[in-house]
């Protein structure tokens, strides 16, 4: 069953920005929204994933759980998901400086 998908992708290469517009829509820059399969949902993880290189990602989509979505995150970023008990917090450490680590 097809599902929203957000992905959030900075500072990638243009190729795969295209791969990306031919799923979803790039609403702002860096910013794509679609329905897809699960199945197209992962492809397309797997092509960011591997194409990511110095930039970064996130992918969000709904699942059954407290929060309702699930987040996945590639690349350097200071904004890091941390599990807490089953809910997805971020952890946000300054520049330059290592990202608190879970509890």
């Known amino acids: 069953m097809p599902s929203m998908i957000v992905i959030s992708a ?38 960011v994933t591997a194409c990511t290189a110095d930039g970064a990602a996130a992918l969000a989509y709904p699942t059954a759980d407290e929060q309702g979505f699930t987040l996945r995150t590639v690349g350097s970023r200071r904004r890091v998901p941390i599990d807490f008990d ?16 879970p509890f």
């Open 86 to 101: 089953g809910l997805t917090l971020m952890a946000f450490g300054r520049q330059g400086q290592e990202t608190a680590k």
């Open 10 to 47: 900075t500072a990638v290469p243009d190729h795969l920005r295209g791969a990306l517009t031919r799923w979803l829509l790039e609403v702002t820059p860096e910013l794509y929204i679609g329905t897809v399969s699960a199945r197209v949902r992962d492809e397309l993880w797997a092509s």
